[in-house]
């Protein structure tokens, strides 16, 4: 059998809410925002590559622990390739994310920064060379 990415899968406390600021940060496209029968907001977007990024609250009598946009075991981070690094950070931070580290300026590779977005998901910025 063939193996091929299907997902990312967000949890949020206002699902809505986050799927609009990576709608606005980053060009995703909501395509459905649903209630569960096991009681969450699920929201499905999808990035302009056509990844699919699902979005949702917590169900019925689940308690989840804080994010952690620091860096640790598990999925650690998500990337995303951008035009203009200073230009990117400057309007992200604007919209409330938090620089974590750097801007990095990889030898013979990407220049990177990591920032905090909603919930404290920890976001990889890479501006690739060119």
Same mark, same amino acid.
């Given at each position: ?62 308690? *989840?622990? /804080? $994010?952690?946009? @620091? &860096?640790?075991? %598990?999925?650690?981070?998500?990337? #995303?390739?951008?035009? +203009? ?13 938090? *620089?974590? /580290? $750097?801007?990095? @300026? &990889?030898?013979? %590779?990407?220049?990177?920064?990591? #920032?905090?977005?909603? +919930? ?11």
């Amino acid at each position: 059998m063939g193996y091929e990415f299907n997902h990312v899968h967000l949890k949020s406390p206002d699902p809505r809410k986050t799927a609009e600021w990576y709608a606005t940060a980053f060009d995703f496209t909501i395509m459905s925002d649903i209630v569960r029968p096991n009681g969450d907001q699920f929201v499905v977007t999808r990035t302009p590559d056509g990844v699919t990024v699902n979005i949702s609250g917590a169900r019925t009598d689940e308690e *989840l622990d /804080e $994010g952690n946009a @620091d &860096v640790h075991w %598990g999925l650690e981070h998500i990337g #995303i390739t951008i035009d +203009d690094l200073d230009a990117e950070l400057e309007r992200l931070t604007g919209m409330g994310a938090v *620089l974590k /580290e $750097g801007p990095i @300026d &990889v030898p013979n %590779g990407p220049r990177i920064a990591f #920032i905090a977005g909603p +919930d404290d998901t920890r976001i990889e910025l890479l501006q690739l060379p060119g």
